[in-house]
């Protein structure tokens, strides 16, 4: 019913930047929080950044002041400009949206998943 789409991942050096996207579509009424999530191999997932729809965000602490969270609710798309990038970056990047849907005359709200896109931070 809804999609989640990433794209943007891929290898780059230390110190390099990257910019993800993640764009929803579907039977969509609104969405609510959205928000980046990582997965390196042998780890728990976890949060990166979060985003209400009004804009607020939070960051984990091993990110602040290099990844950036945006969205741009008219496109139902959200982004996460990554700099200053480590090895320790290296993982599965994963967005995650708060959907309301509209199916018939039912409104249903559910989170939704991407397929993940891969980064990988290495010279």
């Known amino acids: 019913q809804v999609q989640l789409v990433e794209s943007g991942g891929g290898l780059v050096q230390p110190g390099g930047s990257l910019r993800l996207s993640c764009a929803a579509s579907g039977s969509i009424v609104s969405i609510n929080d959205m928000g980046w999530y990582r997965q390196a191999p042998g780890k728990e997932r976890e949060l990166v950044a979060g985003?209400?729809?009004?804009?607020?965000?939070n960051y984990a602490d091993s990110v602040k002041d290099r990844f950036t969270i945006s969205r741009d609710n008219a496109k139902n798309t959200m982004y996460l400009q990554m700099n200053s990038l480590k090895p320790e970056d290296t993982a599965v990047y994963y967005c995650?949206?708060?959907?309301?849907?509209?199916?018939?005359?039912?409104?249903?709200?559910?989170?939704?998943w991407g397929q993940g896109t891969q980064v990988t931070v290495a010279s």
């Open positions: 985003i209400t729809k009004g804009g607020s965000t």
């Open positions: 995650n949206a708060d959907v309301i849907t509209l199916s018939g005359i039912r409104f249903s709200r559910r989170d939704y």
